[in-house]
């Protein structure tokens, strides 16, 4: 797992059950190893990743997770792109208030990980599905 | 593919008429691949057993290996890929097994100039696939079953409950932390809660590699479950890059004890039921 990953490409990773969301998990650390982010940034970006993987299996009903080991000429850093095509998010605003749950979780998934990571971008619309893109950089 | 009645007669005229010179180089193909991982009486055994229960089959009148009179060829096969895949052969080793045998016919054809025999060859040897894919078939279906059987074996493995000291239990969690473990690591405790009367558990975390909202919710019904039952909890083994972690997740652990290390924890339970034993039992004498 831990050996051969390209990353001069971006990995993909569908998500579909509960063993996706662990393979997404290995997937982001192993890349996140690779861009030499410390052991602190490390486990955030994998801590969010597996927050919104799992978003966009129970919520967006299943999707894909895209992890690119991008550089922007000073420092190495980690993308990954969570896209499902469910139901979107309606009110993005209120989805991003601590403790808003619709699915009896502590409500803290997308709010955390937008915590977690640097760059944080989403995009969504009712009916549209959910495109949410993060990055950490190395520091 | 299915081979004509009278393919079907010849071929198992050619394997019973030339039965030794297939099954030498048969044994010969296989034992070349399989370099002596398999004894030579066992192999012979396995290739005379295919052989015999091929040759039934096609005395029987089978045209394919799905026909009904291929049955019992079709368990000896499943039977044989069975056990490669238990002593851990690889796929390609079993299937060669059954592959060989096309370089056993070609050998035994050799001699027959006839025009025929290209046509039959290609018939005989789709006959071959048939019972090499469903020897992978088998394969493939057996190491599933393996390795089902073994994550069952880890889920009960990796949540062992242990005593501590006398009143104190501790959950070592090891691995991810998903619904279904977290309902056995959460049964698992309170049964022992009540086989040992233990007033304080302790769930160390050391072994998890990310604590994201979903493991600490499950964690925090183990304990909310716990307290019911009337023990306290401590959550242990929180390193520095998780503690971070959670708090910009912002999971909070209200007033639950968390400690860093598995020590830690347990020196902080010695020392609340050194001090306070006396006050906690006549808590519960009241």
């Known amino acids: ?139 | 593919m299915a081979l004509s009645t009278d393919e079907s007669g010849r071929l198992a005229d050619l394997l019973t008429s030339r039965v030794d010179r297939v099954i030498q180089r048969w044994t010969e193909v296989v034992g070349e691949q399989l370099r002596g991982r398999l004894s030579q009486a066992e192999l012979l055994r396995q290739v005379q057993e295919l052989h015999r229960a091929l040759v039934d089959a096609l005395g029987k009148g089978a045209v394919d290996l799905a026909a009904e009179e291929a049955t019992e060829l079709r368990a000896v096969l499943a039977e044989l890929s069975r056990g490669q895949a238990r002593q851990g052969f690889s796929a390609t080793e079993t299937a060669t097994g059954v592959f060989a045998l096309k370089d056993a016919l070609l050998s035994a054809m050799e001699d027959d100039q006839s025009t025929r025999t290209l046509r039959d060859y290609v018939a005989f040897a789709a006959m071959v696939d048939q019972m090499g894919l469903f020897t992978f078939e088998s394969y493939v279906h057996t190491r599933e079953g393996l390795i089902a059987d073994q994550a069952e074996q880890l889920l009960e493995l990796s949540t062992p409950v242990v005593k501590l000291w006398e009143g104190v239990v501790a959950v070592p969690l090891v691995g991810t932390l998903d619904s279904a473990r977290a309902q056995v690591v959460m049964e698992r405790l309170l049964q022992t809660l009540v086989d040992t009367g233990s007033p304080y558990a302790i769930i160390d975390i050391t072994g998890v590699p990310a604590v994201d909202t979903q493991v600490a919710q499950h964690i925090l019904k183990t304990v909310v479950a716990a307290r019911l039952m009337g023990a306290d909890c401590i959550i242990s083994g929180i390193r520095p890059q998780i503690a971070q972690t959670i708090v910009a997740l912002g999971i909070e652990f209200g007033d639950i004890a968390t400690k860093a290390s598995l020590a830690d924890a347990l020196r902080h339970v010695l020392r609340l039921t050194g001090v306070e034993s006396g006050r906690r039992q006549s808590r519960r004498e009241a």
């Not at chain 1, 095509?85 to 709010?111: C, R």
């Not at chain 1, 944080?120 to 520091?139: E, M």
């Open chain 1, 1 to 139: 797992m831990t050996s051969g990953v390209d990353l001069s490409r971006p990995q993909a990773q569908t998500v579909g059950s509960d063993e996706d969301v662990v393979r997404v998990r290995q997937l982001v650390r192993t890349v996140a190893v690779a861009v030499k982010l410390s052991l602190v940034d490390q486990t955030k970006v994998v801590t969010a990743a597996s927050e919104l993987a799992r978003n966009t299996l129970v919520y967006g009903g299943g999707g894909t997770v895209e992890v690119t080991a991008v550089d922007n000429g000073r420092r190495p850093g980690i993308t990954i792109v969570f896209a499902d095509s469910g139901p979107g998010i309606a009110d993005l605003e209120l989805a991003l208030t601590d403790g808003y749950t619709t699915g009896g979780g502590l409500g803290l998934g997308l709010s955390g990980a937008r915590r977690l990571v640097d760059d944080f971008d989403i995009q969504t619309a009712p009916g549209q599905g959910t495109r949410i893109t993060i990055t950490k950089w190395s520091r």
